[in-house]
Structures are given as C-alpha cells and as structure tokens.
C-alpha cells in the first residue's frame, strides 16, 4: 500500500491563477479531509468527505472546492490563489469506524 | 479562544522523560490524539485514547486524561535524540468524530 500520496509537493502560483492538489488513497478509507498547517496555529479543517459524493466544510473553507467522485481521490481546487493561501496543505484519510487518521506527506504552496 | 492549547517548546535531555501537556475545551470529545510530525514530514499518529479512559501506555508513550479539568498530557520515557519533532495534540468532533481539532504543536528538542 502507498497509503495517502498527495501531488505536487511544492508549487508557486501567481495571485489570481488556479490550481488542484491531488490527493489519493488505496486504502479503501471512507473517510477523508484536507487540512492547512500555518506556523503556530497547528491544522485547520478545510473540506472533509465521509464517503463518495459526500462532502462538507470544515474551519476554513472559504477559497476552496472539493469534490468525492471516487472513494480513492479527493482533490483540492483553489479557484483564484491569493496570498493568504500561502501554507502546508495535508490530505488525510481514515477508515469508518477507526481511531486514527493517516496523513500525506504535504503540498507546500507559495502564492505570490 | 483556541479549542486546543499547548506550550510551544520543550527542551529535554537525552534519557530524560518529556511531559508534553495540552489543554481542550470541549467536553464532548470522542477522542484525543497525540500525532508527530519530524521537518518537511507529515503528521505520523502515534497514540490516542478514548475519552472515557483515564490513561493509556504504549512502550515508551503514557497518555494520561483528567476529564475534570480538560487536560491531556503525553509522556515519552527515555526521551532520545530521535524523539526530536513537533507534537500535535487534537481532538475528535462531529457524529462520526471525523473532525479534528489540532493544537498548535510543541516543538520538542532532545539535547545528547
């Protein structure tokens, strides 16, 4: 298993451009959710999913669409890029039922 | 306020024992969770415990629960130089518990 595998892992995006973070689990989890990590503020909840077709906010949805067409991926789209989506953004997934939620190795994004 | 609080930094020497504490506000918590995350990684769950459970060992890790006063400490016992990262504490929310509500980390150093 490759577990949560989110791409790219870096990208620089001018204010305005758009964008998707993939993110992709063969783990046959139902559960899913995009998280942002900022300096000193630990992860902020962006959109969650608990199973294909079902998606909610979270936090700080605000900027961002997801969608769940499949159970494997759970993309992340930011429509027009602005500076104050500068951070770390982290995919994760879990299984129904389970204690723990399994991370991906992050997407850095820089809006400049 | 914060719904999760933890201390920034902790420095520890090496085969000391760190406590790293966090505080939480909302009493109707499922879960609580302690989570690693070493520079440029993502976060690797390390342990957690039900809400209704007062402490939990795993190996080297103690979590200990005060429901009382919503707080939640991890001790790591012969701390090594490898234990070196930032840790999250984060709670459970939601039906399914599906949402997280992290802390803002404490950087832990392990000095030889």
């Known amino acids: 298993n490759a577990g949560v595998t989110q791409t790219p892992k870096f990208q620089v995006l001018k204010t305005g451009q758009s964008m998707t973070l993939q993110c992709a689990q063969d783990m046959n989890h139902e559960y899913m959710s995009w998280y942002r990590q900022d300096p000193g503020m630990g992860l902020r909840l962006i959109h969650y999913?608990?199973?294909?077709?079902?998606?909610d906010q979270g936090e700080v949805p605000n900027g961002y669409n997801v969608s769940r067409s499949t159970t494997e991926d759970f993309p992340l789209r930011l429509l027009s890029a602005a500076p104050s989506q500068t951070s770390v953004y982290f995919c994760a997934s879990r299984e129904q039922g389970a204690s723990g939620y399994t991370f991906g190795s992050g997407t850095r994004l820089t809006v400049v | 306020g914060e719904d999760v609080e933890q201390s920034l930094f902790l420095s520890v020497r090496e085969g000391d024992s760190s406590v790293i504490n966090c505080t939480y506000t909302?009493?109707?918590?499922?879960?609580l969770y302690w989570y690693k995350q070493e520079p440029g990684a993502g976060l690797q769950l390390l342990t957690y415990?039900?809400?209704?459970?007062d402490m939990k060992q795993d190996q080297r890790l103690t979590v200990l629960l005060n429901k009382k006063d919503k707080h939640l400490s991890l001790r790591i016992a012969d701390t090594q130089t490898g234990d070196s990262a930032i840790y999250f504490c984060?709670?459970?929310?939601?039906?399914?518990?599906?949402?997280?509500?992290f802390g803002g980390g404490t950087r832990v150093l392990v000095k030889p």
């Open positions: 984060a709670e459970s929310k939601g039906a399914a518990g599906n949402k997280l509500t």
């Open positions: 415990i039900f809400s209704n459970m």
């Open positions: 999913s608990v199973g294909a077709g079902i998606t």
């Open positions: 909302d009493s109707s918590s499922t879960y």
